[in-house]
């Protein structure tokens, strides 16, 4: 009989309501079978736990506790130029390889282990093998409540959707499986399968979860704080469904993927809405924190938050150190906010302020003149989510030992400009996600927040523009995430290119350092127009609060090509599939 060893987190608020165990707090135990795990509801139970247990904690879990924003245009990395063995310089050096991927390396690995490549692919794996095995078994176990049977399930299948949407976000097409490999399944003879058919795939898992009455729409007590739930499903389904109508995957344009994408996310978004979930009022503040667990919390607008475990630092913890300003606590820069992002950000008025850049370098700006945008102070009257952002020089960051404190961004100032990690390179620092008056890097509560409201707005919005153009529905979606921030409504009359374009612009400010820039160049298609290089502005002190600036050139890169659209599967799995065929390039 085969045997397995396998981690038991106890979920013991499900089955026993007087545990105070923490469900996701992960336990070892010793070696037992299958048949004896599903022959008791605890042990089931706790079984999906160790499907949890693969899920990467997304934020600040790569290389050295960096973001991704600094894979992508809307922040450059500080460790480049000065330390060219971390993961983001070797991005910037276009050293992706079907054996070593940069991205893919775990946030507390040294500089180059050649024993990560496809950490992330291998977990997801393992992921739906153990959500295979669990679905297969559950039928035989017996519950003294069976709600908690079905919640499981849902549960389950939900977990499975998403593991493969992380994978074929990253890779591609991988094959659907939905039962476990027997001992002598030939793994070479396994096809790999379309993306539409894996996006299918998720859609009808998401769709049984969505179905179960006993899946609940919310956890609501702290011990079943990081499980999934409906509304979890709902953002899963969201999201496949958008990727898979978008460019990217959809080369034939098929028109009918956005209209069931449309179809599909609309009904998501009334569902969450009728059940409670609503936009966060206050856009900053909300960053700040996590969710309060409660049948009715101040929270409306969190679906998932990635839950700290297993000894690793919390995410507030490591935007205090490694996303910082150097004379506030930090230990290094991090992700700066690129001048990109910062010309992306609207004016307060509504108006565009950069249209576009005269030469390759962006060196030099298309100005709006009728936006009121100013060159010589470029950071006045624009989107308060760019304050809520960006670190920008001479910006008021609060009090500090009880004095009022600027930001000295410019060359020569305690926050200058320069090359060193512990500096910013652009002239910027990253704001989003901590609280000005967080001192100490073991005050901070934030979790990353990896699926929320505001994310299904705008990708209804986009779906249903793609479908059938700047329809008012369109225009709501985009004007509620608008209004949070008491932004004016977008203009009437646009064209579906427009709204397209604005749609796009209000995903990136909005959802900036949130994981979904650098998915969303690369389902557009549009990798090789944003990610040759960042820029920022360098900032020279002329007298007692003047400044002149110059905008520069912050790194550039070599990780942009048709080929880094979709990231080559390691060579390790590939030598043990002779059917697949390497990602396009590789």
């Given at each position: 009989m085969k045997r397995i060893t396998f981690n038991i987190l106890l979920m013991a608020t499900v089955l026993v309501g007087a545990c105070r165990k923490d469900p996701l707090d992960l336990m070892p135990d010793g070696r037992i079978t299958i048949d004896q795990v599903f022959t008791d509801e605890m042990m089931a139970a706790e079984y999906v736990n160790t499907i949890y247990a693969n899920m990467q904690h997304y934020g600040t879990a790569y290389n050295y506790w960096t973001m991704l924003a600094g894979y992508s245009d809307e922040a450059h990395d500080n460790d480049f130029p000065q330390d060219m063995g971390r993961a983001p310089s070797r991005w910037y050096n276009g050293e992706l390889r079907p054996n070593w991927n940069p991205m893919d390396i775990p946030a507390s690995v040294g500089s180059y282990d050649p024993t990560t490549n496809g950490f992330y692919y291998r977990n997801g794996w393992k992921a739906i093998r153990q959500s295979n095995v669990f679905l297969a078994n559950i039928d035989k176990t017996v519950f003294t409540n069976p709600t908690v049977k079905a919640r499981l399930i849902a549960e389950v299948k939900t977990l499975r959707a998403f593991f493969y949407l992380e994978l074929i976000k990253m890779y591609g097409?991988?094959?659907?499986?939905?039962?476990?490999?027997?001992?002598?399944?030939?793994?070479?003879?396994?096809?790999?399968?379309?993306?539409?058919?894996?996006?299918?795939?998720?859609?009808?898992?998401?769709?049984?979860?969505?179905?179960?009455?006993?899946?609940?729409?919310?956890?609501?007590?702290?011990?079943?704080?990081?499980?999934?739930?409906?509304?979890?499903?709902?953002?899963?389904?969201?999201?496949?469904?958008?990727?898979?109508?978008?460019?990217?995957?959809?080369?034939?344009?098929?028109?009918?993927?956005?209209?069931?994408?449309?179809?599909?996310?609309?009904?998501?978004?009334e569902a969450l809405t009728d059940a409670g979930y609503q936009l966060y009022p206050e856009y900053e503040a909300y960053f700040y924190g996590r969710s309060d667990l409660s049948p009715s919390p101040g929270d409306k607008e969190t679906i998932y938050e990635v839950k700290t475990f297993g000894g690793t630092p919390e995410f507030s913890h490591l935007m205090f150190r490694m996303h910082a300003i150097p004379t506030l606590g930090g230990d290094k820069a991090g992700c700066s906010p690129s001048q990109e992002l910062v010309d992306a950000y609207e004016m307060a008025n509504g108006q565009v302020p950069v249209l576009g850049y005269q030469d390759d370098d962006h060196l030099q700006p298309v100005i709006n003149t009728a936006s009121g945008y100013d060159e010589k102070h470029p950071y006045l009257n624009r989107d308060p989510r760019f304050y809520a952002?960006?670190?920008?020089?001479?910006?008021?960051?609060?009090?500090?030992?009880?004095?009022?404190?600027?930001?000295?961004?410019?060359?020569?100032?305690?926050?200058?400009?320069?090359?060193?990690?512990?500096?910013?390179?652009?002239?910027?620092?990253?704001?989003?996600?901590?609280?000005?008056?967080?001192?100490?890097?073991?005050?901070?509560?934030?979790?990353?927040?990896?699926?929320?409201?505001?994310?299904?707005?705008?990708?209804?919005?986009?779906?249903?523009?793609?479908?059938?153009?700047?329809?008012?529905?369109?225009?709501?979606?985009?004007?509620?995430?608008?209004?949070?921030?008491?932004?004016?409504?977008?203009?009437?009359?646009?064209?579906?290119?427009?709204?397209?374009?604005?749609?796009?612009?209000?995903?990136?400010?909005?959802?900036?350092?949130?994981?979904?820039?650098?998915?969303?160049?690369?389902?557009?298609?549009?990798?090789?127009?944003?990610?040759?290089?960042?820029?920022?502005?360098?900032?020279?002190?002329?007298?007692?609060?003047?400044?002149?600036?110059?905008?520069?050139?912050?790194?550039?890169?070599?990780?942009?090509?048709?080929?880094?659209?979709?990231?080559?599967?390691?060579?390790?799995?590939?030598?043990?599939?002779?059917?697949?065929?390497?990602?396009?390039?590789?």
């Open positions: 097409g991988m094959p659907v499986v939905d039962k476990p490999f027997t001992v002598d399944f030939k793994f070479e003879t396994l096809p790999r399968q379309s993306f539409k058919e894996c996006v299918d795939f998720i859609k009808q898992n998401c769709d049984e979860a969505i179905a179960e009455t006993n899946f609940p729409w919310r956890v609501t007590t702290e011990p079943e704080r990081g499980r999934f739930t409906k509304a979890v499903a709902h953002a899963v389904r969201s999201q496949a469904l958008l990727f898979g109508a978008s460019p990217l995957w959809n080369p034939e344009g098929d028109a009918g993927r956005w209209a069931l994408a449309a179809a599909d996310i609309k009904q998501s978004l952002t960006v670190w920008y020089n001479d910006a008021l960051y609060g009090d500090v030992n009880g004095k009022p404190y600027r930001i000295q961004s410019y060359v020569g100032g305690a926050d200058g400009i320069s090359n060193l990690m512990q500096r910013t390179h652009n002239g910027y620092y990253l704001r989003k996600f901590r609280n000005p008056k967080q001192l100490d890097p073991n005050t901070g509560t934030a979790l990353f927040k990896k699926y929320r409201l505001g994310e299904i707005y705008l990708n209804y919005a986009e779906a249903a523009n793609e479908a059938a153009g700047p329809t008012s529905d369109v225009y709501d979606a985009v004007n509620a995430i608008r209004a949070r921030v008491k932004m004016p409504a977008l203009p009437g009359g646009l064209n579906k290119e427009e709204m397209r374009e604005r749609i796009r612009r209000e995903r990136r400010v909005e959802m900036s350092f949130e994981e979904q820039r650098i998915w969303d160049v690369r389902r557009w298609k549009i990798l090789g127009q944003t990610d040759k290089l960042t820029t920022g502005i360098e900032w020279t002190k002329t007298g007692e609060g003047q400044f002149t600036g110059k905008r520069v050139v912050a790194g550039r890169r070599k990780s942009w090509m048709d080929n880094y659209l979709i990231i080559p599967i390691p060579t390790s799995e590939l030598t043990l599939m002779p059917l697949w065929e390497q990602n396009p390039g590789w």
